[in-house]
């Protein structure tokens, strides 16, 4: 099998939940004190799918950036926040909404669990953001050895989770 065949031309996602609260923009920065629910989909779910979801402090949260239009899909390069003081870089080095296939993934606080209502702080999708996967984190999941990156994303997350102010 040739890497063409194994690979599908398309595939097709159906929400298993949807964002509430928080955001209703994307905003760039201070996202840790943020807080929203993400309400699963009791036709596509069990009661149950969160048992024992409460013993983990965080979860990865595979969402959809719904707002994104057409026009602002990034498919090359591009200076980040149109930073033109930071490299231009292909948007598959950049953590940007304009991704070409429009999907975030990002590690959340859950604060708690009830039932197909998970209650997180520090999601940084917006309200009605579709909700495609929902992972307990596991720490040994994470890097392995030095992580190494340039200091332009350094920078650019400097004032994501805290404000600077405060830091």
């Known amino acids: 099998m040739t890497p063409s065949q194994a690979t599908p031309t398309q595939i097709t996602l159906t929400p298993i939940g949807t964002v509430v609260g928080g955001r209703t923009e994307p905003i760039d920065d201070d996202w840790d004190a943020v807080e929203a629910t993400i309400e699963l989909d009791a036709e596509r779910l069990g009661a149950d799918s969160t048992a024992g ?38 948007i598959l080095a950049q953590r940007g909404k304009g991704r070409p296939n429009r999907l975030g993934v990002s590690t959340c606080e859950l604060v708690r669990a009830d039932g197909l209502v998970l209650h997180v702080r520090g999601l940084d999708a917006i ?34 989770w805290v404000d600077d102010a405060s830091a």
């Open 53 to 90: 979801l409460e013993a983990f402090s965080h979860l990865d949260v595979v969402f959809a950036f719904h707002q994104v239009p057409d026009e602002e899909v990034e498919r090359g390069a591009r200076h980040p926040r149109g930073r033109s003081d930071w490299p231009k870089v292909g």
């Open 127 to 160: 309200d009605g953001s579709p909700v495609l996967d929902v992972k307990a984190h596991f720490a040994e999941m994470g890097p392995r050895g030095i992580v190494r990156q340039p200091d332009w994303s350094r920078e650019i997350m400097r004032g994501y």
